[in-house]
Antibody, heavy 121, light 113 residues
Framework: EVQLVESGGGLVKPGGSLRLSCAGSGFSFSSYTMNWVRQAPGKGLEWVSS????????YYTDSVKGRFTISRDNAQNSLYLQMNSLRAEDTAVYYC??????????????WGQGTMVTVSS | DIVMTQSPDSLPVSLGERATINCKSSQSVLHSSNNKNYLAWYQQKPGQPPKLLIY???TRESGVPDRFSGSGSGTDFTLTISSLQAEDVAVYYCQQYFSTPHTFGQGTKLDIK
């Protein structure tokens, strides 16, 4: 079964750090561009970051540039999001999502169940 | 950044009736090199992750019922559910993947009238 499973969420104080992980299984993880998408409580979807299959191309939304770092370990079939200098507005469910077809510009066909990040004092 | 605007925000529809959701992008998402519209539709039910319904504006994802269809080109797109079923109650999002940031619309909440 093709699957993505996120972990690493939790409660953190403003200014703190957290590292999210996403484990892929059931597909050739190293062949796919991967993304992080977040959803604040009761709000819509917000794309956060993407990383190409070999980590050559990395992109971020402006609000997280300089604070978040996306990375991957294809040998471990894992995607990561290092989040530093966290703010209350980063509170959200964070989903990892696979880009379909092996390209970099395509729809997101597989999503994890999400991990909740709460930034509060 | 490309801004995606959906209408309406909320849509009550009777069971068996047609539901139509619109999505407008602030600039064209039609790529001239391959004549493809870089536009997807997702369905999200409460407590669940989004599910891909439609990609390239009109291609149905495998396993998606054929009552779901997508149309449009350039900057104006539509998701149509031909005959609403109870299990279609959800929030629907459009997304452009033409350029980063890969922006989503604000969502349309579809429920039963």
């Amino acid at each position: 079964e093709v699957q993505l499973v996120e972990s690493g969420g939790g409660l953190v104080k403003p200014g703190g750090s957290l590292r999210l992980s996403c484990a892929g299984s059931g597909f050739s993880f190293s062949s796919y561009t991967m993304n992080w998408v977040r959803q604040a409580p009761g709000k819509g979807l917000e794309w956060v970051s993407s990383i190409s299959s070999s980590s050559t191309y990395i992109y971020y939304t402006d609000s997280v540039k300089g604070r978040f770092t996306i990375s991957r370990d294809n040998a471990q079939n894992s995607l990561y999001l290092q989040m530093n200098s966290l703010r209350a507005e980063d509170t959200a469910v964070y989903y990892c999502a696979r880009v379909r077809g092996g390209g970099s510009y395509d729809a997101f066909d597989i999503w994890g169940q999400g991990t909740m990040v709460t930034v509060s004092s | 950044d490309i801004v995606m605007t959906q209408s309406p925000d909320s849509l009550p529809v009777s069971l068996g009736e047609r539901a139509t959701i619109n999505c407008k992008s602030s600039q064209s998402v039609l790529h001239s090199s391959n004549n493809k519209n870089y536009l997807a539709w997702y369905q999200q039910k409460p407590g669940q992750p989004p599910k891909l319904l439609i990609y390239w504006a009109s291609t149905r994802e495998s396993g998606v019922p054929d009552r779901f269809s997508g149309s449009g080109s350039g900057t104006d797109f539509t998701l149509t559910i031909s005959s609403l079923q109870a299990e279609d109650v959800a929030v629907y999002y459009c997304q452009q993947y033409f350029s980063t940031p890969h922006t989503f619309g604000q969502g349309t909440k579809l429920d039963i009238k």
